[in-house]
């Protein structure tokens, strides 16, 4: 197994390369079809360098939050159920904040250049 380049790194690398030495020379439909498969690349890009430890917060905020263990998948299943049972609502101390980073931290993944997004972390252009 090669160390250099990462999966992130040629990833990154094949989008950038179709979105400046492809793009500019294809027109319409295909051009559509092309952007598309460029923002697939930065999407599994962002997942490949963020998803993990954003999933890994998530759950350790959700295991202090429901006082269980349990994988990321499980822990939400609970958080649903005790939100829908009326057990948990905003007014449970670190709900909202564990709601608003889980948010934060799927929208650096899926929709960084979202504007609110941008807005809320200071980098808005």
Same mark, same amino acid.
């Not at 690349?41 to 490949?48: C, E, G, H, K, S």
């Not at 917060?57 to 263990?69: F, G, P």
């Not at 980073?101 to 504007?115: E, R």
């Given at each position: 197994?090669?160390?250099?380049?990462?999966?992130?790194?040629?990833?990154?690398?094949? %989008?950038?390369?179709? @979105?400046?030495?492809?793009?500019?020379? !294809?027109? +319409?439909?295909?051009?559509?079809?092309? *952007? #598309?498969?460029?923002?697939?690349?930065?999407?599994?890009?962002?997942?490949?360098?963020?998803?993990?430890?954003?999933?890994? %917060?998530?759950?350790? @905020?959700?295991?202090?939050?429901?006082? !269980?263990? +349990?994988?990321?998948?499980?822990?939400? *299943? #609970?958080?649903?159920?005790?939100?829908?049972?009326?057990?948990?609502?905003?007014?449970?101390?670190?709900?909202?904040?564990?709601?608003?980073?889980?948010?934060?931290?799927?929208?650096?993944?899926?929709?960084?250049?979202?504007?609110?997004?941008? *807005?809320?972390?200071?980098?808005?252009?």
């Amino acid at each position: 197994m090669q160390d250099e380049p990462t999966p992130n790194e040629l990833i990154k690398a094949v %989008a950038d390369f179709l @979105r400046s030495e492809i793009a500019p020379a !294809i027109k +319409g439909h295909n051009s559509f079809k092309l *952007r #598309v498969g460029i923002n697939a690349l930065d999407l599994v890009t962002r997942q490949l360098s963020l998803a993990q430890a954003a999933d890994a %917060a998530e759950a350790a @905020r959700l295991k202090q939050l429901l006082k !269980i263990d +349990g994988s990321l998948f499980d822990l939400n *299943r #609970v958080l649903s159920e005790k939100i829908a049972s009326g057990d948990v609502d905003l007014q449970t101390p670190g709900l909202a904040d564990h709601l608003w980073q889980t948010t934060m931290d799927k929208l650096a993944v899926d929709q960084p250049n979202y504007a609110s997004y941008k *807005r809320e972390i200071g980098q808005q252009s």
